[in-house]
T-cell receptor
């Protein structure tokens, strides 16, 4: 069992839909991350929250909107996605910079 | 600039063989951290080990061992007596010192290990 929980595990949506990915951790970690991973590629950093504040946005298109309601939760709001956005979306948390990241199982997203 | 190179794209071994996964890194920092993660077909990345730049001691954990050599900027991972369950993609990653305030982890491109029964 992973200590970082992501829901849903699978998501299929049309290009006009709005959906959200959720991530939760109860390890007291102060940093939380969203990664996008395409098949046979390494994870690609999207966003980092540190102490509930957005610390890094890797020039991600505005159709992806992150939110950190509290220190345990991280959301990724999706709107008007494109077929090329189909990927595995991974959430991770860490005690801080330089500490091991703990990853969730990911959400497999398919855009029709 | 920081960079992690995993030159081996895919390795196939027969069960019980030993296998070494290579990782070479580049950084200008004197303080940094190196990691190995395992990603089985199910998708989640599993943390295996963290090593800081001041600790060059090799580490062994069961069938896994890690060789960190600053002189060659390498952090290699050896699996002894491989098993089918070791089949996965393995990523090496690099992180700057916490004092830098950055939370970026640089991942290598990964090595896909196939262990055949």
């Amino acid at each position: 069992d992973t200590e970082v929980t992501q829901t849903p595990k699978h998501l299929v949506m049309g290009m006009t839909n709005k959906k959200s990915l959720k991530c939760e951790q109860h390890m007291g970690h102060r940093a939380m991350y969203w990664y996008k991973q395409k098949a046979k590629k390494p994870p690609e950093l999207m966003f980092v929250y540190s102490y509930e504040k957005l610390s890094i946005n890797e020039s991600v298109p505005s159709r992806f909107s992150p939110e950190c309601p509290n220190s345990s939760l991280l959301n990724l709001h999706l709107h008007a996605l494109q077929p090329e956005d189909s990927a595995l979306y991974l959430c991770a948390s860490s005690q801080g910079a330089g500490w091991p990241q703990h990853f969730g199982d990911g959400t497999r997203l398919s855009i029709l | 600039a920081q960079k992690v190179t995993q030159a081996q794209t895919e390795i196939s071994v027969v069960e019980k063989e030993d296998v070494t996964l290579d990782c070479v890194y580049e950084t200008r920092d004197t303080t940094y951290y190196l990691f190995w993660y395992k990603q089985p077909p199910s998708g989640e990345l599993v943390f295996l080990i963290r090593r800081n730049s001041f600790d060059e001691q090799n580490e062994i954990s069961g069938r896994y061992s890690w060789n960190f050599q600053k002189s060659t900027s390498s952090f290699n991972f050896t699996i002894t007596a491989s098993q089918v369950v070791d089949s996965a993609v393995y990523f090496c990653a690099l992180s700057e010192a916490p004092t830098s305030g950055t939370y970026k982890y640089i991942f290598g491109t990964g090595t896909r290990l196939k262990v055949l029964a």
